[in-house]
């Protein structure tokens, strides 16, 4: 095992990693979203992607690619697809007949930039365009891959993914889960897709051992539970400048959370049990380097937005 | 050509073939649509899928892979996975925020049974769901199959396709589009997806020539403007009952369509003339068997629902 592996990034080596991949990964959503669509909808399409979120989907799967040698074409339409669904998802989300919020990353909401049905749509055709851009038609990316990306992405989206999740916390709010109820709510909610993001990564190279992929997606199983128990944790001590987003939504709706079953501080023990979780993973995973793997675990604790 | 080609099938002959695919399809929509997801979401799904509609979409699908000697495995998937855009597109169309609509295929809207929430979930879960049927990672359906199958209906539900022919739709109510506006506006909305259908199915086998894929896609185009047409005349001299949802509503809502543009004969007459270009283009495609792609352009033109 490298030396490299085992130590960990300070904030400017991962930011020397992340941002010309950031810069990549903009620059490409740009090119793709919303282009050419009639003007509302693509403008609105534009709207919810550009310019904003701390793209840790992308960033995991092009963490994941590079430790297993993926192909970077791949790698970076498998990328930008996660935020996608991510970005379409957040959309949905604020819809007035669900969490009805009119602040996200800062701004106004989709919908109330540009009406309740041209948010839907945006949605909509955002989802529609993930797949879109997992499949170029043109031969740049491995039909094998192709068909692999499209459904770890899917299933993760789906009804045993983050829809399902959704439909899971919008029929908890006021009751009282148990811990593994919470779990499940937020393995599927927001874990599937963070998961998958650490999978897609790791398929865009072929001759990943079976060892190596499922340390992988122990990794992002833990990582993306880790992330959803900060969240609790940042919508009961952020404020919504910070966040950029409603802070305290949690406890004005009555949703059971990690802080309101462990308590603040039992949930910030379980969210470094879960960083230690995923850090295990990836020495579990034999693979060569994992620097940016682990650079990212700790960045999703220790956050503050 | 053969005979068989060029003439009609009767009602009875257009039953034989369909019947035993129609239960193929409900067979393998109700074996994989909203199982084992969270209750209200998988009811919810279930709901907006199974035991309705016309099935058209998946038709197209199954004739054209027949025409050119498709996987029936693929093809299946590929029937199922329209009809699921559809029904999506379905279910957020009906919601207060578009259409505000309460009865569909004769039934409560979804929103109406499950709520708006649950309503936006489930049609997303759908789109997702889609994309699951044609990557089934089993092997049963060659890799660069399941790539093209999901390029192409992630193309035709998208920003250009149907979300942008919907999005079109949302902001021409009032307006008087040219005839060209109104062609485009019904090319993505219904029509991209009706001639996607019959290209998945055309893509579940090798080897079909660039000549026969080009016919098949007018094929494809005649008939989804065809489709509208008749959507358009049947919304003025139909009733409630008979289409299974709200009649007369597009001159309620002040919407522009072929009746209000070319009068109720000048409609029908456009609607005889694509049907002659999709019959036209099933000549040109020089493919041995058409006659269930013939019956169902004739289909499209003649029903009353």
Known sequence: MSVQQLESWDAARLAAWCNPLLADVEAALSRWVGIDGPPPLGDAMRYAVLDGG???RPLLVLAASEAVGGEPQAALRAACSTELIHAYSLVHDDLPCMDNDVLRRGKPTVHVKFGEADALLAGDALQALAFELLTPGDGSVADAVQARLCRLLALAAGSHGMAGGQAIDLASVGLALTEPQLRRMHQLKTGALLQASVEMGASCAE???????????????ALGLAFQVVDDILDVVADSATLGKTAGKDAENDKPTYVSLLGLDGARARAQALLSDALAALERSTLPDTAALRALAHMVVDRDR
Chains 1, 2 share one sequence.
């Open 54 to 56: 701390k793209r840790l």
């Open 207 to 221: 001759g990943v051992s079976a060892a190596a992929m499922k340390a992988l997606r122990e990794y992002g199983a």
